[in-house]
């Protein structure tokens, strides 16, 4: 018998993957119930993923009862066409994970998040607006400029 040859990494996402995106839309899929799936309305925001594996989310969505707005920051890390973002909140930590697919034409991504309970599941639609090229900028003290007097 042969040995089986290693399989190295999986090849890394061309460039324009890592970018900051705008939320378009937010489909929720739910096995429980035979509704068809529910399209969020008021869906806004951002997704910004960095070549270094940090993301920032930013999703707001604008129901009757007012605004609800979703803001992680934490890591995400790929593997063929699954996407898992771990990050803090006040609930301490937390995983999310799912598919992603990346359209670099248009610069479009999916991303499937798995719901509970097994088999539901979110869908949100983004559109790259620029790309990142490096980690997020330290964040600086910089004092306020003065006002001239005249």
């Given amino acids: ?14 460039p324009s993957f890592y970018a900051t995106y705008q939320y378009t839309s ?12 529910t399209a969020v309305r008021g869906v806004g925001g951002t997704l910004i993923l960095r070549p270094n594996g940090t993301y920032e989310k930013h999703l707001s969505i604008v129901a009757p009862s007012g605004p609800h ?8 890390t790929l593997a063929g066409d699954s996407i898992r973002f771990a990050f803090t909140d006040l609930k301490g930590s937390d995983v ?8 670099p034409v248009t ?7 798995i719901g509970y309970p097994s088999g539901n599941k979110g869908v949100y639609e983004l559109v790259a ?3 990142n090229t490096t980690p ?6 910089s004092k306020p400029a003065k006002k001239a007097r005249r």
């Fill in 26 to 37: 937010y489909t929720v899929y739910d096995n429980t119930s035979a509704a068809p799936p």
């Fill in 96 to 103: 999310q994970r799912g598919t992603f697919r990346f359209d």
């Fill in 107 to 113: 610069k479009r991504l999916t991303v499937s998040i």
């Fill in 136 to 141: 997020a900028p330290k964040a600086s003290r």
């Fill in 129 to 131: 607006t620029e790309v």
């Fill in 69 to 76: 707005y979703f803001n992680q920051t934490g890591r995400f």
């Fill in 1 to 14: 018998m042969l040995p089986v040859a290693a399989q190295g990494p999986l090849p890394a996402p061309v």
